[in-house]
C-alpha cells in the first residue's frame, strides 16, 4: 500500500500543489524534494507523516503520539500570505486519504461565498473554531494492515542523530543487548520516528543472530565407514543456515558491503559474551572491531537503511530479501553529512536495492540526483522542485557533475603522485608519453647524461590532459610540502607557459623552428635526421608537398609538410632508438639542461 497523491494549497510557501506520486508498473519511484531553504519541502513532508501517524494510531497503541491527537500543528500563521485558508490531502491507493482545512478566521467570520466554503471538509469546522481534521482509515480497515502490519513505515527527521563511539567510553565498549518484544495486541514492537535508532538496531542484530543460530542450523546425518572394520557410523555434519533470519543477516551483510565498498571477503563477526560487540571481518580477519565505530557519514547510512531493514523484519511479512521490502519510507535532508562520494555512489545503490519501498525524500544534493540517474536512469525517480512542484530535469545539474568527475581525477593524480613520492627517494618525472620515456632514455645514453635521467623516476602521464589535472591538483600550499620535486614535462606544441609552484614545476620543450616535425618531442630531431627516417622507412613520414594558393588574388606559397603517422610512432621510436646516432639526438641536450636547473632550484 503506497501514497497516490498529495494535493496542497496555500500553505507558507506552498501555492497550489496536486502532486501524483510516479509508479513503475507495481513498484513505487523514489520521489526526490529539491528547493532551497523555506521553499516548503519539510511541509510538505510534514502533512505525509501527519496521515502516517494518525493512520498508525488506528492499528497500534505504542504510537509516538496519543490516539485521536495529531503529530502537525495547525495554526492560521501557516496559511500563505495574502491567503484566507490552506488545505492539505494524503491520499492513499485504497482511497484513503486524511485532510487537513485551516482558516485564516473562524468559521462564523468567514466568507460563505469564498472557494473553500465549497469544501467538504469545512461543513465539518466547528462555527467557532478555524480548522478541521478528517481520516478515512476506519472506512478502509485493509489499508492500516496494509500499511502497518505488511510493511515498513518510517519517518527520519531532519535533527536525526547518534552520539560518535569516541564521545565517551561508555559509548565505545557499550555491548549488544537482546531485544525484549512484547507480544501484546495492538503493541507494535516499533517506532515510526526515527531519531537515534543505533542501540535498539544494534539490540536487534544480536536477536536475530541468536534466533539464527539456534532454529536455522540445517544438519544433515551422514553415514560415514570408520576404522579398520569399516563399521559405518552416522555422523551429523553442518550444511549451513536457512530461514527467514538468516535472509536478514544476508541483506544486512549486503548492506554493509555497499556502504563499505567491499565485496564478498566482508562479513559480519559477533564477540563473544565477555564483549559481544558487532564487528566487521575481512579475509576472515577483524577489520572493524566494532560496527557501530564507522564514520559520521557511514554511520548515518548503516543506520538508516539497517533500520528499514528491522522495520519491515518486525513486520507480519515474510523476508526474502532487500527487494522483498516494502514500504515508505520519509527522510529529510538524505544528504545530511554524508561525502560526495557517498552521495553520488553510495546512496544510488542503496536506494536502488529497495524497489518496493516508496522513499519520499528531501535533498539539497545535485551529486546525489545525478547518481540516482546513473543508477536508475532518467525515468527511474521522479524530482520535483519546490514550492511548485514542477519536474526537475537532472541535466540542469550536469555541470556538477562534470567538476566532481574533474575533482575525482585530480585526487586520484594527487594521491598516485604521493604514492611514488612516499615509495621513492627519487623525484618525479612526468612526460606526455611512453615514446617520450624510451626516447629520453636513449638519447642520456648517447648523450652522456645518463646521470641526470637517473635522478628522477620517469612516468608516463598519458596526455597533456592529465598533466593538467596534476598542476591543477596543487593550486593549494601542499605543493610546497612535498618530500620530492615533481616536473612536468609538456611537448612543444602545448605551447605552455614554464611555472613553479612550491616543489612542482611545469616545463615545455622549446620549440625547434628549423626542425621539419612541428609536434610532438619529435620536434627535436633535426631534418637530416628525419629525412634519414623518411629515406630508409618512408610509411613513418607523412608527407604534404608546397603548394602556391591564390588567396584573394595573390598567390601564396604554402611550404612543404612532414609530420609522424599516427600509426607509426611506435615503429619509428624504436627505429631510431636502436639505428639512432649522437649527432641524432643533440636536440635532447636542451631538455637535459632544462632538468639541471630544476635540480638547482
Known amino acids: 500500500m503506497y501514497i497516490s497523491n498529495i494535493s496542497i494549497s496555500n500553505y507558507g510557501p506552498i501555492g497550489d500543489l496536486d502532486l501524483e506520486l510516479p509508479f513503475n508498473g507495481e513498484d513505487p519511484k523514489p520521489l526526490l524534494l529539491v528547493g532551497q531553504n523555506g521553499s516548503g519541502k519539510s511541509l510538505l513532508l510534514a502533512s505525509i507523516i501527519n496521515a502516517l501517524i494518525v493512520g498508525r494510531q488506528e492499528a497500534y497503541d505504542d504510537g509516538e503520539v496519543e490516539r485521536g491527537k495529531v503529530y502537525k500543528y495547525r495554526m492560521p500563521s501557516y496559511v500563505s500570505s495574502g491567503k484566507m485558508y490552506s488545505y492539505s490531502n494524503v491520499e492513499f491507493q485504497s482511497g484513503a486519504k486524511v485532510e487537513e ?34 481520516a478515512s482509515f476506519g472506512a478502509h480497515p485493509d489499508t492500516v494492515h496494509a500499511l502497518f502490519n505488511k510493511q515498513c513505515c518510517l519517518y527520519f527527521p531532519v535533527n536525526r542523530n547518534e552520539e560518535p563511539a569516541w564521545l565517551n567510553v561508555e559509548n565505545a565498549t557499550r555491548r549488544a543487548n537482546f531485544v525484549k518484544l512484547k507480544n501484546i495486541a495492538r ?8 531519531l537515534s535508532p543505533l542501540e535498539s538496531n544494534r539490540n536487534w542484530i544480536m536477536d536475530l543472530l541468536l534466533d539464527r543460530s539456534i532454529y536455522e542450523m540445517e544438519v544433515n ?32 551483510q549486503k548492506l554493509v558491503r555497499i556502504i563499505m565498498r567491499q565485496g564478498d571477503n566482508v ?47 518486525l513486520s507480519d511479512a515474510p523476508f526474502e530479501d532487500l527487494a522483498s521490502v516494502k514500504g515508505i519510507v520519509v527522510i529529510d535532508e538524505i544528504d545530511m553529512h554524508l561525502h560526495s562520494s557517498q552521495q553520488i555512489n553510495v546512496l544510488p545503490e542503496l536506494i536502488a536495492s529497495f524497489p518496493k519501498v ?6 539539497h544534493s545535485p551529486l546525489f540526483l545525478l547518481g540516482l540517474q546513473r543508477k536508475l536512469g532518467v525515468d527511474g525517480f521522479c524530482a520535483i522542485q519546490m514550492p511548485t512542484g514542477v519536474p526537475v530535469a537532472v541535466e540542469e545539474f550536469s555541470e556538477f557533475g562534470s567538476a566532481y568527475e574533474a575533482f575525482i581525477e585530480t585526487e586520484r593524480y594527487k594521491e598516485e603522485i604521493s604514492r611514488y ?26 648523450l652522456g647524461r645518463s646521470a641526470t635521467l637517473e635522478l628522477f623516476r620517469i612516468e608516463d602521464g598519458q596526455g597533456c590532459g592529465n598533466l593538467d589535472k596534476i598542476w591543477r591538483g596543487y593550486e593549494n600550499p601542499t605543493s610546497s610540502v612535498l618530500p620530492q620535486k615533481v616536473i612536468l614535462l609538456y611537448d612543444c606544441d602545448t605551447k605552455k607557459p614554464n611555472a613553479d609552484k612550491g616543489q612542482v614545476f611545469k616545463r615545455t620543450m622549446p620549440l625547434q623552428i628549423d626542425n621539419p616535425i612541428a609536434i610532438g618531442i619529435e620536434n627535436l630531431f633535426s631534418e637530416k635526421t628525419i629525412l634519414t627516417v623518411e629515406h630508409e622507412n618512408p610509411q613513418f613520414i607523412d608527407f604534404q608537398p608546397a603548394i602556391t594558393r591564390r588567396i584573394r588574388n595573390s598567390e601564396v606559397e604554402i611550404a612543404a609538410v612532414r ?19 649522437v649527432e641524432d639526438f643533440r ?11 630544476v635540480i638547482k632550484k
Open 267 to 313: 562479513r559480519l563477526g559477533v564477540g563473544g559474551r565477555r564483549q559481544r560487540q558487532i564487528s566487521i571481518m575481512k579475509d576472515e580477519n577483524e577489520w572493524i572491531p566494532n560496527l557501530f565505530q564507522l564514520s559520521t557519514g557511514e554511520m548515518q547510512l548503516l543506520n538508516l537503511f539497517l533500520t528499514i531493514i528491522k522495520d519491515f523484519d
Open 587 to 597: 636536440g635532447f641536450e636542451k631538455i637535459f639542461d632544462m632538468i639541471d636547473d
Open 563 to 581: 609530420s609522424v603517422n599516427r600509426d607509426e610512432k611506435g615503429h619509428m621510436c624504436d627505429w631510431l632508438c636502436k639505428y639512432g646516432g
Open 358 to 363: 516508496q522513499f519520499i525524500i528531501s535533498t
Open 187 to 194: 503493541y507494535s514492537n516499533r517506532e515510526f520516528v526515527a
Open 421 to 446: 613520492i612516499e615509495n621513492s627517494q627519487k623525484p618525479l618525472l612526468y612526460v606526455e608519453g611512453d615514446f617520450d620515456i624510451k626516447y629520453l632514455r636513449r638519447a642520456a645514453e648517447l
Open 221 to 252: 546425518n551422514v553415514n560415514l565407514p570408520v576404522g579398520p572394520s569399516a563399521q559405518v557410523l552416522n555422523f551429523p555434519i553442518f550444511t549451513g543456515y536457512k530461514g527467514q533470519s538468516t535472509n536478514v543477516y544476508e541483506a544486512i
Open 101 to 134: 482545512l485551516q482558516l485564516k478566521v473562524n468559521k462564523s467570520e468567514s466568507d460563505l461565498g469564498a472557494d473553500y466554503a465549497a469544501l467538504e471538509l469545512y461543513q465539518k469546522v466547528p462555527a467557532g473554531d478555524s480548522s478541521a481534521f478528517a
